[in-house]
């Protein structure tokens, strides 16, 4: 595949709909699309970088966790593990 430095607006569209789920608007200028393109793949190697952070022994053995501004709990699942913002808590404690 090509660098999306090198590819042609059609190119870029399909590319960032396939990778990112974006629309692009190919009536914009192919270096201001290359550069959206750049800046969602940056964001995309910098949510990698922070996954890769937590250890993954430690990421088995985490069940729960709590988002901090929320205050929200959720069952870990592998997708969650990998988001930064998410802190490892205990078990919701039920209402009674």
Not at 48 to 57: I, K, L, R
Not at 70 to 89: E, F, H, I, N
Request: overall charge negative; some cysteine; glycine content about 2%.
């Amino acid at each position: 595949m090509k660098q999306p430095s090198q590819m042609t607006k059609d190119e870029l569209e399909a590319y960032a709909k396939e990778k990112h789920g974006v629309d692009l608007d190919k009536r914009e200028k192919i270096d201001d699309l290359r550069a959206k393109v750049a800046k969602l793949d940056s964001e995309i190697s910098d949510k990698e970088v922070d996954a890769s952070a937590v250890p993954n022994e430690d990421a088995e053995q985490v069940k729960y966790l709590k988002h901090p501004k929320t205050g929200v709990v959720m069952v870990a699942t592998k997708a969650l593990l990998k988001r930064s913002d998410l802190q490892p808590c205990e078990a919701p404690k039920k209402d009674a």
